[in-house]
């Protein structure tokens, strides 16, 4: 697991994972707000309030932020690039299955950092003892997570028919994936 090391993407691009601080939020809030602005991965049709994001993506959960290393002095000038959560996707006796959320900037896209975020996922929640990863809402029109999902041995388990609106007022369905740790 590559975290706090820098690691060379394709095309020479450099990021360098470690856990969030709290000097990351207002930069990691920015992102998220960004990526739900653009509708294609995340429920929220809204920015969400400064308790909302810390619910969403802080509080009981692992966060992992990439941050870009090339041509900063200082990690915190770095823009983030990407992020993950892992948290558990139930409480009690299920509470061995993890549930993940990604965020990666557009500039960053088509680079290798989803995957990277996503490999790291993976070794994050096999140290946590995790035994599988499912993701319950997978919009169906994001073909690049979805391919990158399986690539990383996800399977589609469930389909959701018409579950995500559409900021055009139609709807989609919604995917449910799942991995095995063991």
Same mark, same amino acid.
């Not at 929640?125 to 999902?149: D, M």
């Given at each position: #697991?590559?975290?706090?090391e820098d690691?060379?993407?394709?095309d020479g691009?450099?990021?360098?994972?470690?856990p969030?601080?709290p &000097?990351d939020l207002?930069a990691?809030? &920015?992102?998220?707000d960004m990526?739900?602005e653009?509708?294609?991965?995340y429920p929220?049709?809204?920015?969400? &309030? %400064?308790?909302?994001f810390l619910?969403?993506w802080?509080?009981?959960?692992f966060t992992?932020?990439a941050?870009?290393q090339?041509?900063?002095?200082d990690?915190?000038?770095?823009?983030?690039?990407g992020a993950f959560?892992?948290k558990p996707?139930w409480?009690g006796?299920?509470?061995h299955?993890?549930?993940a959320?990604?965020?990666?900037?557009?500039?960053?896209r088509?680079?290798?950092?989803g995957?990277?975020?996503?490999?790291?996922?993976?070794?994050?929640a096999? %140290?946590?003892?995790?035994r599988s990863i499912?993701?319950n809402?997978? !919009?169906?029109e994001n073909q690049p997570?979805?391919?990158?999902?399986?690539?990383l041995? !996800?399977?589609e388990?469930?389909?959701?028919?018409s579950?995500?609106?559409r900021?055009d007022?139609?709807?989609?369905?919604a995917?449910? #994936?799942?991995r095995s740790l #063991?």
């Amino acid at each position: #697991m590559p975290l706090g090391e820098d690691v060379v993407l394709k095309d020479g691009l450099s990021v360098r994972l470690r856990p969030v601080s709290p &000097s990351d939020l207002p930069a990691l809030r &920015s992102l998220y707000d960004m990526i739900v602005e653009e509708g294609a991965s995340y429920p929220h049709d809204r920015a969400l &309030s %400064e308790q909302e994001f810390l619910d969403y993506w802080i509080t009981g959960k692992f966060t992992v932020v990439a941050r870009a290393q090339t041509c900063y002095k200082d990690e915190q000038d770095a823009p983030i690039a990407g992020a993950f959560y892992l948290k558990p996707n139930w409480p009690g006796r299920a509470s061995h299955v993890a549930n993940a959320g990604f965020i990666v900037a557009p500039s960053w896209r088509r680079h290798g950092l989803g995957r990277l975020l996503g490999m790291t996922m993976l070794d994050c929640a096999k %140290e946590q003892g995790y035994r599988s990863i499912i993701f319950n809402l997978v !919009f169906a029109e994001n073909q690049p997570a979805r391919s990158l999902w399986r690539q990383l041995g !996800f399977e589609e388990v469930a389909r959701l028919p018409s579950v995500v609106r559409r900021d055009d007022g139609a709807y989609q369905d919604a995917l449910v #994936m799942f991995r095995s740790l #063991m």
